[in-house]
């Protein structure tokens, strides 16, 4: 397995679901390379997370717990070599 798998997390009310979706991150955090935040000054309430994650079938499990909660949108980007 050696895919580049990039994911974006955006939580469009922060303070509703950011509790769930860390709890999803920290369960799965092993297969999480790299993480990064990035919020708009102009709405703080949303959120964008951007991962880059393994190429594990867990990675396929934390990104469907991640889609499955209500306002979160979930966007994927493969780089296969």
Do not use: W
């Not at 679901?17 to 297969?31: D, E, K, L, N, S």
């Not at 880059?52 to 306002?71: F, K, N, Y």
Request: glycine share 8%; proline share 2%.
């Amino acid at each position: 397995m050696d895919k580049h798998i990039i994911v974006g997390v955006h939580i469009v009310d922060r303070e509703a679901h950011a509790g769930q979706v860390q709890q999803i991150f920290t369960r799965y955090g092993a297969h999480i390379r790299t993480r990064l935040g990035l919020h708009d000054d102009v709405c703080p309430s949303n959120g964008l997370i951007l991962l880059e994650l393994a190429d594990t079938p867990e990675t396929c499990q934390m990104i469907a717990a991640v889609s499955a909660i209500a306002g979160v949108d979930v966007q994927q980007m493969v780089f296969a070599h």
